[in-house]
C-alpha cells in the first residue's frame, strides 16, 4: 500500500496526462479545421498516449492496493494562431508535466517509496523524449514553417507517425 500523500499526487498526475489528451484532442481538432491533417495525426496520437500515461498510473494505484480519484477535466486554453505557436506551447505544457513528474518522484524520495520511485523513472525518461520529440517539430517550423511548400511537407511528415502502445 502507498502512502496517502503517494495516493493523492499520483491521483493528481491521472488527471494531469488525461487532460493532456483532452488538450492534445482538441489541437487535433484545431489543425482538421484548417486542413493540416499531418499535425492533426501527431495531436490525435500524443493524444493517445497521454490516456496510455493516465491508464499505466491508474492502474499502478489499484495494484499497490489503494484508490482512485479522479478529478474533473478541465477545458483546455491554447492559442490556436499557427502551427508554430501551437507547438510551442505544446512545448510549455510539456515542461509542466515533466515538472509534475519529478514533484512526483521528489515526493517517492521523501517517503521512502522506492517502488514508485522506480515505477516514475519511466515516466522521467518518456517526457524527455516527449520534449525532445516536440523541439525539433518546433526547430523545423523555425526554419522552414513560413514557407507554404516546407510547411506541407512538415505536414506530410506528420501525417506518418503511427500510435504505438507504449512499452512500460
Given at each position: 500500500m502507498i502512502s496517502d500523500k503517494i495516493r493523492d499526487i499520483?491521483?493528481?498526475q491521472i488527471n494531469k496526462e488525461f487532460y493532456s489528451a483532452y488538450l492534445y484532442l482538441s489541437m487535433s481538432a484545431y489543425f482538421s479545421e484548417i486542413g493540416m491533417y499531418g499535425f492533426s495525426n501527431w495531436t490525435k496520437v500524443q493524444s493517445k498516449e497521454e490516456i496510455d500515461h493516465g491508464m499505466i498510473l491508474f492502474e499502478y494505484v489499484l495494484g499497490r492496493n489503494s484508490q482512485i480519484h479522479l478529478g474533473q477535466i478541465s477545458t483546455p486554453n491554447f492559442d490556436?494562431?499557427?502551427p508554430l505557436e501551437v507547438f510551442e506551447q505544446i512545448y510549455q505544457h510539456e515542461r509542466s508535466i515533466t515538472s509534475?513528474?519529478?514533484a512526483v518522484a521528489n515526493m517517492t524520495e521523501g517517503e521512502?517509496?522506492?517502488a514508485t520511485r522506480n515505477f516514475i523513472d519511466w515516466y522521467l525518461n518518456e517526457q524527455i523524449e516527449e520534449e525532445a520529440a516536440v523541439l525539433r517539430i518546433i526547430s523545423k517550423l523555425k526554419t522552414f514553417g513560413s514557407e507554404k511548400s516546407a510547411l506541407y511537407l512538415i505536414d506530410k511528415?506528420?501525417?506518418q507517425r503511427e500510435y504505438e502502445s507504449p512499452s512500460y
Open positions: 499520483l491521483n493528481e490556436m494562431n499557427s509534475a513528474i519529478d521512502c517509496d522506492l511528415e506528420l501525417s
